[in-house]
């Protein structure tokens, strides 16, 4: 269900009053899975020889962990996250603690992992292109969102309430490739 503009207070308005009238709000939960990949938020004990436990800072644009500074956790929290929620080609990683707004394409590895909750998994559900909502997760208008959001005394941070009713703006369907195509020909200019 999309979200009518009227209805939401000056500073949203003033953030998407340049968006085109075909364009629908909608709260990043409606059109994606929202997911805190460690809900205890209890970190888990250290195993010297176990798997990564990549936070938001382990891990790059492109999904790379780095494996060997991460923390290394026990099995048994691999498979707890495992029977939890599931990595796909078009799952999305969002920092929500320290490191608040960094955005990562986040990918099945050829090694065990697991998600800290230093971040949330972002699986699409289709509404809108898995490349456009990974560029709207990393626009100006959704940061501010999420900063005028923001807590925290020593690191800033966003709780996972908060982030699924950041607002995005979906443009239809047929408009979503081109907008895709424009973005990766300026990528490639660069």
């Known amino acids: 269900t999309s979200v009518n503009i009227d209805e939401q207070d000056e500073s949203i308005q003033n953030i998407f009053s340049n968006i085109p009238k075909t ?22 004990p250290v195993e010297e020889n176990g798997f990564p436990f990549a936070g938001i800072g382990d891990i790059d644009e492109n999904g790379t962990i780095d494996v060997v500074n991460s923390r290394k956790v026990g099995e048994k929290f691999i498979i707890q996250q495992e029977n939890s929620y599931q990595i796909n080609e078009n799952s999305l990683g969002y920092g ?16 065990r992992y697991s998600l800290s909750p230093t971040l949330s998994v972002i699986n699409n559900k289709k509404i ?19 900063s005028q959001n923001m807590t925290g005394s020593t690191r800033d941070a966003i709780g996972i309430i908060k982030l699924r009713k950041i607002l995005l703006s979906v443009p239809p369907l047929e408009e979503q490739e081109q907008i895709v195509s424009q973005i990766e020909q300026g990528f490639s200019l660069i």
């Open 23 to 44: 364009w629908k709000l909608f709260e990043l939960a409606n059109v994606a899975d929202v997911i805190d990949p460690h809900p205890s938020h209890r970190a888990p």
């Open 96 to 111: 929500r603690v320290g490191t608040v707004g960094k955005v990562i394409r986040l990918r099945k590895q050829n090694f």
């Open 128 to 146: 809108i292109k898995s490349e456009l909502l990974f560029h709207e997760l990393s626009s100006i208008q959704f940061f501010q969102q999420v």
